[in-house]
Each structure stands twice: as C-alpha cells, then as structure tokens.
C-alpha cells in the first residue's frame, strides 16, 4: 500500500494511508477502544483520537451503529421495490421523499438512472406486514408502477465500504 493521499470532494482534506487504516478498522468493529485502534493502525491515542475526531467533523465517519441481525428480530422478509412516477415534477419528488422517508421498513431509498425511477430496499416480518406496507406507499403519491421483488436467500451483505488505496494525481 502506498502512502499517497485520496482527495475528498466534498472537503479540502486528504485521506492518508493512517487515515484509510482507520476507517477500515473502524468499519470492521467500531466498538474498538481508542488505544485498540491507535495499536492496530501504529499511533498512540491521542493522534489516533484527534484524527477519529477529525474524521467524524468532516463527515467522512458518519455514525456509530450496531448492526442487528433482522432475522432475529422478526424481520424475515427483504423486498426490492422499484417505483415508476408519471410526474416527475419536484413538488412530487418531495413529497415522494418525504412519505418514503417516513416510513420505517424502507431501509435505502434511491432515485435511480435507466428503467426505474426509485428503488427501495425494505424490511418486514411478514407478506401481510408487507401488505401493510405496500398500501401505504401506494396511498402516499401517484404512482406509474411498483414492482416488488422478494429476496430468498442473503448470499452477500456487508456494511464496510472498500476504502482505496490510492487516487492518481
């Protein structure tokens, strides 16, 4: 791994190979102490904390979570809906979004390029749940389309982004 630093877009700082080891630290157990991380990316806790610290006020680190297994919850069921709108106006967006947004299965929302205009990726314990849900997104707006396509099986699922390497200057 090289040292070079990657750009960031959204801000003026540079990630370094210390910073990038500390975001992949982090993504793989954020409940790590300070000290655990200084040790596993070469840094003492103090510069390791400043730098998490820095990392946290840029925006790079978003948040701090535990993930729950949704099976174990009574969550069983995942559906991929893709949504198709006739109105494409921003006053339908926002309140498209701000429908969607409230409702608490739908776990990623996305305005999409190509055959769909949205996609959600949702949550529930059950086809009635589902049902349930399914009713109220249809109530919330004028739709063209929703197409619901019910997951089977998990095969992949991880929440660490690939941080890289490097980015050529």
Known sequence: ???????????????????????????????LSVAEIGDRVGLSSTPCWKRIQRLEADGVILKRVALVDQNKIGLGISVFVSVESADHSDAWLKKFAEAVSAMPEVMEFYRMAGDVDYMLRVVVADMQAYDVFYKKLISAVPLKNVTSRFAMEKIKSVTALPIPAVVAA
Do not use: G, H, N, Y
Not at 11 to 23: E, F, G, M, Q
């Open 1 to 31: 791994m090289t040292d070079l630093a990657v750009q960031l877009p959204e801000t003026s700082r540079r990630l370094d190979a210390i910073d990038r080891k500390i975001l992949m630290v982090l993504q793989e157990d954020a409940s």
